[in-house]
């Protein structure tokens, strides 16, 4: 069974940071891209991160360049977000989701999607 586990997420004030982590099973993480997704409250979901299948490709939205990193550990089947600099509008539910090989833009466009974890930022 192919699943897909998100966990890291929390509550942290303005300017810190979290490491969330993508845990995978049920299917050999080195052939897919993984995407990490956030939701608001009242929002549509967006694409925040996405990483290719060999990890030579990664891609930031405008909102979080240069203060989230994305990678990716095959060896754990594993592959996380560091959010470095928080900001109050970075609270969302995160979610990572897989489809093979590359990254696309479009939540739709990936297959297999974790259940999310909650970030809020806060003081």
């Known amino acids: 069974q192919l699943q897909l586990v998100e966990s890291g997420g929390g509550l942290v004030q303005p300017g810190g940071s979290l490491r969330l982590s993508c845990a995978v099973s049920g299917f050999t993480l080195d052939y897919y891209a993984i995407g990490w997704f956030r939701q608001a409250p009242g929002k549509e979901r967006e694409g925040v991160s996405c990483i290719n299948s060999s990890g030579s490709t990664t891609n930031y939205a405008d909102s979080v360049k240069g203060r989230f990193t994305v990678s990716r550990d095959n060896a754990k089947n594993t592959v996380y977000l560091q959010m470095d600099s928080l900001k109050p509008e970075d609270t969302a539910v995160y979610y990572c989701?897989?489809?093979?090989?590359?990254?696309?833009?479009?939540?739709?466009?990936?297959?297999?999607w974790g259940q999310g974890t909650q970030v809020t930022v806060s003081s």
């Open positions: 989701a897989a489809r093979l090989n590359r990254c696309r833009v479009l939540a739709e466009a990936y297959d297999y």
